[in-house]
């Protein structure tokens, strides 16, 4: 009896830990489709789950960095959701392309037309931002997430080194390394190619001239061996005409 009491106990404790942990996994988070290498462009998706068992999520809106703009953020369609993008101006010029921006993209807004994600659901929300900057290994996203019954959650707490995480983090995207120099690259691979035209070019050099040489001691053999040849004959000639 005590041993069932003990097993049953320690059943309700891990459930109750279960549930309670849960929520710290159900953030809203950002990762991207592939690398988000420093210095290029990505496609990032936004991860929402639904966190409430009698309400769902009926809006969305997630605030672009400030401290490095993006010059081009285009949120891709999803099917029952209303899209807004808002612009304001930049406190410095962003250069994109060879132009200077004053002004890019500083929220995302997606707005259910439908039952919006439901309980026990989660939605992407796929965002094509860039360039990412080549200063900084990560991004931080600020999201606010409206719930059906009016409860807003704020995602906007930013990680401190060497703290416990917060109760609502924001979203982060880690960034990687910036790839090698394409023009560096084929710059290599240009030298390595001419590298290997002079080395096929010496080559063929060296078998030409091993040619010449070969072509030139066929000749004089040949021309020692026809000499050869005339003075056997004379000397035949001779022989023969002193026997008559």
Same mark, same amino acid.
């Given at each position: 009896m005590k041993a069932s009491r003990i097993a049953a106990a320690g059943a309700v404790a891990g459930t109750a830990v279960l549930v309670l942990s849960s929520p710290?996994? +159900?953030h809203v988070t950002v990762q991207p489709e592939g690398e988000a290498a420093q210095g290029g !462009? +990505?496609?990032?998706?936004?991860?929402?789950?639904?966190?409430?068992?009698?309400?769902?999520?009926?809006?969305?809106? =997630?605030?672009m960095p400030t401290d490095h703009p993006l010059a081009s953020v285009m949120p891709q369609p999803v099917e029952g959701w209303d899209i807004k993008t808002t612009k304001s101006k930049l406190d410095e010029p962003v250069e %994109?392309?060879?132009?200077?921006?004053?002004?890019?993209?500083?929220? =995302?807004?997606?707005?259910?037309?439908? /039952?919006g994600?439901?309980?026990?659901?989660?939605?992407?929300?796929?965002?094509?931002?860039?360039?990412l900057p080549e200063d900084s290994d990560e991004l931080v996203f600020k999201a606010i997430q409206t719930y059906s019954n009016k409860e807003v959650v704020r995602w906007i707490e930013v990680q401190q080194e060497g703290q416990e995480e917060p109760d609502t983090p924001a979203p982060?995207?880690?960034?990687?390394? $910036?790839?090698? /120099?394409?023009?560096?690259?084929?710059? %290599? %691979?240009?030298?390595?190619?001419?590298? /290997?035209?002079? $080395? $096929?070019?010496?080559?063929?050099s060296d078998d030409? @001239?091993?040619? /010449?040489?070969?072509?030139?001691?066929?000749? =004089? =053999? #040949?021309?020692?061996? @026809?000499? $050869? @040849?005339?003075? !056997?004959?004379?000397?035949? #000639?001779?022989r023969r005409s002193t026997t008559v």
């Open positions: 710290a996994f +159900a !462009y +990505a496609v990032v998706d936004f991860k929402v789950p639904n966190e409430r068992d009698n309400a769902s999520t009926t809006k969305l809106e =997630v605030t %994109s392309h060879g132009e200077k921006l004053t002004e890019a993209v500083t929220k =995302v807004t997606w707005t259910a037309t439908g /039952d994600i439901e309980p026990g659901y989660f939605q992407k929300f796929p965002v094509s931002i860039g360039a982060v995207l880690e960034l990687t390394a $910036a790839e090698g /120099d394409s023009a560096d690259a084929h710059g %290599s %691979s240009a030298a390595a190619a001419d590298d /290997d035209t002079e $080395a $096929a070019a010496e080559t063929a030409s @001239g091993s040619t /010449d040489t070969t072509a030139r001691v066929l000749g =004089v =053999v #040949g021309i020692v061996v @026809g000499a $050869a @040849g005339v003075a !056997y004959g004379v000397l035949a #000639g001779r």
